[in-house]
Nanobody
């Protein structure tokens, strides 16, 4: 089984930036489609960004143009660069390997209860206004 360890969260002011990292072991990030998801307490988990094995990416409409998902195959690490952060980005962020790669032609939405194979422990992002 692949283990994922998330890091890089923190507290920033609106307009600031953070880079989240997800270190993988027991599997290769380039062998799976990978994603970042987030969850606010009391709300459903939502897809934030997705990258397929061919490096095609897609994003939730709310983060397009501000967030960038990438991976470093040598370091076996997934990243999420988050710029121009807004208070509504405040959430727990998790890296994950979805059971099935997401279509790049469909908008990202809510994560289903059985959509994930592996996920990290999460890292908190808090954006103040």
């Amino acid at each position: 089984d692949m283990q994922l360890v998330d890091s890089g969260g923190g507290s920033v002011q609106a307009g600031g930036s953070l880079r989240l990292s997800c270190a993988a072991s027991g599997g290769s990030v380039n062998a799976f489609c990978m994603a970042w998801i987030r969850q606010v307490p009391g709300q459903a988990r939502e897809w934030v960004a997705h990258i397929n094995t061919g490096r095609a990416t897609n994003y939730a409409d709310s983060v397009k143009g501000r967030f960038t998902i990438s991976r470093d195959n040598k370091k076996n690490t997934l990243y999420l660069q988050m710029n121009s952060l807004k208070p509504e980005d405040t959430a727990m962020y998790y890296c994950a390997a979805p059971k099935f790669c997401l279509s790049t032609r469909k908008a990202l939405g809510v994560v289903g209860p059985n959509d994930l194979t592996y996920w990290g422990q999460g890292t908190q992002v808090t954006v103040s206004s």
